[in-house]
């Protein structure tokens, strides 16, 4: 069944778990080759939760909440180690959880807990787990929805939490859907807000993205691409972490290999802005398409279609893989 209003279509992705399509971006939320491998290889697995201890707490942003399938498999990967999230969200629309909420697909995915903390964000917009004894086991502390367009509600994040996050989820749609999300401006801000060993995670490997956050000051590492995910050859890497300390060493990163430093020197790497902070879609992109346009002339960079010829690789796509 589709909704009018958003045109959200529920799907069934590959490793049975519940999905959304939106007609009106034309992009799915997830990987269809599962949304829950999806947020526990992208997003879970290389949080790496073992870094902290029972007891501890992890502060946590998932940019770009959706039906809370990645904070639900971080929930319930934390309780199994005994740590306790203190939890901020960040999403424009209460649909997308709303139709997860409500379908036995979603329902039979999750723990009860994780259930009836995503119902307490849908209903209050926020979950505290001392108002909940039924909660005594789960792994958030407390939780924080913040509607709106992230960009607008990121500065009161920055007020609080500058420095302080230990994880940021970023699960935007793709960068060339939703450049306004990917832009050097909105990146820059989502580091700003980690503190020195946090990580930024997202699927996404695109070279504007990673420059982008080159350009804000992180280090940055390829996340390691799973078997399982990977489609095809080309499929070099599982997305991108960001710190604002080394990576080296993480268990599931590594550092961008050749090809990878290389596609950073292509027209592709040429970076969204969005200095306004409220830019629109096409600005930014026509914007952005003038920048590549100026660097090619000078011949400032190379033509992505040539570095993607000498590695041998197919056509590019930036959206959930
Ligand atoms: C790829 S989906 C996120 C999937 C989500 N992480 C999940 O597990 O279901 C992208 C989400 O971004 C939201 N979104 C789009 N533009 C936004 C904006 N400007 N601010 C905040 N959220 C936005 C959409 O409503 C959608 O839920």
Redesign the pocket.
């Known amino acids: 069944m589709t909704s009018n209003a958003s045109r959200l279509e529920p799907r069934q992705t590959e490793d049975g778990s519940f999905s959304l399509f939106s007609h009106q971006v034309g992009e799915g ?2 990987s269809g080759r599962g ?1 829950l491998a999806e ?1 526990r290889q992208k997003f879970v697995a290389p949080a790496e939760l073992e870094r902290w201890s029972p007891g501890d707490t992890v502060r946590v942003l ?1 940019v ?7 904070t639900a498999a971080l929930l319930e990967a934390a309780q199994q180690r005994g740590l306790r999230l203190e939890w901020w969200g ?4 209460p649909e ?1 959880l709303d139709l997860a909420l409500s379908h036995g697909g979603f329902q039979q995915q999750w723990q009860p807990t994780s259930l009836a903390i995503l119902e307490q964000l849908r209903l209050k917009g926020a979950a505290s787990q001392p108002t909940e004894s039924s909660w005594s086991d789960a792994a958030l502390g407390h939780g924080t929805l913040l509607w709106g ?3 607008q509600r990121l500065s009161e994040l920055q007020e609080r939490q500058r420095g302080c996050l230990d994880l940021v989820l970023m ?3 793709s960068p060339s859907r ?1 450049p ?2 990917w832009s050097v401006e909105f990146l820059s801000g989502l580091g700003s807000l980690l503190a020195p060993r946090g990580r930024l995670l997202t699927y996404c490997s695109a070279a504007a993205v990673r420059q982008a956050l080159r350009l804000a000051g992180l280090e940055i590492a390829s996340i390691a691409a799973s078997s399982g995910l990977r489609k095809q050859k080309h499929d070099w890497s599982g997305g991108t972490a960001a710190s604002p300390s080394s990576l080296d060493g993480a268990a599931l990163l590594r550092a961008l290999s050749p090809m990878e430093e290389e596609h950073l020197q292509t027209n592709a790497a040429e970076p969204y802005r969005d200095p306004t902070h409220r830019g629109e879609r096409s600005v930014i992109l026509r914007e952005r398409q003038k920048a590549q346009q100026q660097a090619m002339q000078a011949g400032l960079v190379e033509a992505t279609s040539s570095w993607r010829r000498r590695w041998g690789l197919g056509k590019e796509s930036d959206n ?1 893989q």
């Open positions: 939320f997830h949304a947020a998932d770009c909440f959706g039906t809370g399938c990645n960040l999403e424009l629309d997308p367009d992230a960009r699960d935007a749609f939703s306004q999300l959930h």
